[in-house]
T-cell receptor, first 109, second 112 residues
Framework: GIQVEQSPPDLILQEGANSTLRCNFS?????LQWFHQNPWGQLINLFY???GTKQNGRLSATTVATERYSLLYISSSQTTDSGVYFC???????????FGTGTRLKVLA | DVKVTQSSRYLVKRTGEKVFLECVQD?????MFWYRQDPGLGLRLIYF???????EKGDIPEGYSVSREKKERFSLILESASTNQTSMYLC???????????FGNGTRLTVT
């Protein structure tokens, strides 16, 4: 089955710094989403981005489907950005999403 | 905005009890999911429902059953709770195959 790898596994930033999180996947995908899991455990939908680039405030994401990766950019990070970031993909012919192992981000004040 | 509501944030049950976890979505979504999340194991799919009364087993259905009598509600049932079912349970819904997943707040279940 498809493999989904995220890097880095852990990241510590000072408030105000920028960062790039990466999601690599081993096969063609129909759907790709980025989620933020906050310290209370809720998974918040950041981007639905099977291809192309999207922006939402300080966050943006790019998926290059032909090269099988997606990037999540966080600019001017804030302490509320702390948590775990997951990418999840779905391939054709299946209803399932496969989740990556996540990037744990800690933003220090 | 899509709202997916799980009935409890925290739940403590005893071994052997029958446990019901409820999930309700307000957007008339076709598909609903139950996941569990454990440290080091990530999110694992328990059950999927693609329509009312329709369901498919996910990757770890053993010890669980589900019910979807109405489109907006998807229930996860632990027939006889065991300590290895202590976990974070997450419900999600989506409108169709090419639509984003939306998650509820999660239920932290402890079985003692």
């Amino acid at each position: 089955g498809i493999q989904v790898e995220q890097s880095p596994p852990d990241l510590i930033l000072q408030e105000g710094a920028n960062s790039t999180l990466r999601c690599n996947f081993s096969d063609s995908v129909n759907n790709l989403q980025w989620f933020h899991q906050n310290p209370w455990g809720q998974l918040i939908n950041l981007f639905y981005i099977p291809s192309g680039t999207k922006q939402n405030g300080r966050l943006s994401a790019t998926t290059v489907a032909t090269e099988r990766y997606s990037l999540l950019y966080i600019s001017s990070s804030q302490t509320t950005d702390s948590g775990v970031y997951f990418c999840a993909v779905r391939t054709s012919g299946t209803y399932k999403y496969i989740f990556g192992t996540g990037t744990r981000l800690k933003v220090l004040a | 905005d899509v709202k997916v509501t799980q009935s409890s944030r925290y739940l403590v049950k005893r071994t052997g009890e029958k446990v019901f976890l409820e999930c309700v979505q307000d957007m008339d979504h076709e598909n609903m999911f139950w996941y569990r999340q454990d440290p080091g194991l990530g999110l694992r799919l328990i059950y999927f429902s693609y329509d009312v009364k329709m369901k498919e087993k996910g990757d770890i259905p053993e010890g669980y059953s589900v019910s979807r009598e109405k489109k907006e509600r998807f229930s996860l049932i632990l027939e006889s709770a065991s300590t290895n079912q202590t976990s974070m349970y997450l419900c999600a819904s989506r409108d169709g195959f090419d639509s984003p997943l939306h998650f509820g707040n999660g239920t932290r279940l402890t079985v003692t």
